[in-house]
Every structure is written in C-alpha cells, then in structure tokens.
C-alpha cells in the first residue's frame, strides 16, 4: 500500500497513527500542501484525488481511497486488531461522534486552501486567519470536551484503550497548542493526549511544525 501525506497534515496523522497502531507498513509518497505551487494543486495529483488533498491510500489492488476517516475504516477491518471503534454499540457511536466533531466541524474549517481564500478577501491578512484559526479550534474543543466529560470512564475518550475518537483528538491537540492555545484549559481533552503521547504510535506520528 502507498500513503499519500505530508506530515504538518493532521488528517495525514491520523493515519500513520492508526497504521502504528496496528504495525502496518506502506510506502510513503510526500505531497506538499502549501503555497500556490503546491503538489496537491497539480493536474498529476489532482489526476489521482481529484479532492487535491491528504491523506490518501493506494491499496495494493490500486483503488485509491481518499478522506482519513475511511481509510482507518478500512485498516481496521483489514487489520482488525487492536480494534480502533469500540464494539458496544452506543461506545462505537461516542467514538465516531467524537471523531466527526473534530474532523468535520473543526479541521475542516483550518487547512491551508481555507487560510489561502480567507487572504484573498478584502481587509483579511494573517492576522485574521490565525484569530479564525483560533476561534474554530477553541469553540469547537470546548464542545469537544464536555462531550467527553459527559462520557468519559478510563484513560482514553472511550474507556481504557485508544479508539479512532483519540487518533483524530490527539493531532488537534498538537494542532491547538501550535497556535497558542492552552490546552491545559479542557482537562479531559489535555489528559487524555498526555495518555496517548505515552504511546509511542502517537508520539512518533503527531504532526509536525510547517516549516
Ligand atoms: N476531511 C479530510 C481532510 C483532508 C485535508 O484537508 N487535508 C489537508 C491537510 S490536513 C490538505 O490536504 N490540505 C491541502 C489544502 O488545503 O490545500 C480528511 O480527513 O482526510
């Protein structure tokens, strides 16, 4: 299998951290991600995920499949263990609504193409995306958290194991703190990614700073 990515990406995290999890290896392939040059703007790119965006996974039989939360769908039923969704019914959905918080209605209001069209508008510079940046990632964690202390029995968003729920949590975290949050603010939240930089699954894989 080969994993397109680029390692400030945290959906690109998300994977390598389930990959980690379950010890699987795949040939990587970079793809930048910022400026107008950029890889994942090119008609070769574009050719392959017409989305331009990263993660994406080229299985062995050649399907590509694009967007992180399908792909860790897929890891987990080719590699089932560890199991990366709860079993219980009502854990699984926790997990899957804690994920989709964050990934549908956190990250997706962050990535570099937002930042880029918000620049091109009248009156907006840097300043105004990194406060937009900000805003989104501080509301939307503080939802995050009390969601999770609603909920929350062990050491991880659903009980004592690491479920799809803190691989998408543990990047946005990393994320948060890059642009001057302090994520000391949602204890659960700042706990649980304590947990899971123990792991070095996690550690080895939390994004990195754009350069
Ligand atoms: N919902 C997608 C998000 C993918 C995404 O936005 N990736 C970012 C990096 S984190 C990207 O490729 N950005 C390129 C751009 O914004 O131009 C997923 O979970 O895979």
Sequence with gaps: MKLYLNKVSSATARVRIALALKGLKVEEEL??????DAASR?????????????????????????Q???????LDQIAPEPPLLPAEPEQRAFARSVALAIAAEIHALLPPRIGARLRS?????????????????????SAVEALIARRRTGRFVVGDRPSIAD?????????????GLDTAQWPNIAEIAGHCRAIPAFAENAPVSPK
């Design 42 to 66: 090119r008609p070769e790119y574009r050719a392959l995920n017409p989305q331009g965006l990263v993660p994406a996974l080229l299985t062995d039989s050649g399907w590509l499949i694009t």
């Design 121 to 141: 508008l009248p009156g907006v510079g840097p300043e105004e995306v990194a406060s937009w940046n900000r805003h989104w990632v501080s509301e939307g964690l």
């Design 68 to 74: 992180s939360l399908a792909i860790i769908d897929y």
């Design 167 to 179: 691989i998408v949590l543990f990047p946005q975290t990393v994320g948060a703190a890059r642009i």
């Design 31 to 36: 793809v930048t991600i910022f400026g107008d």
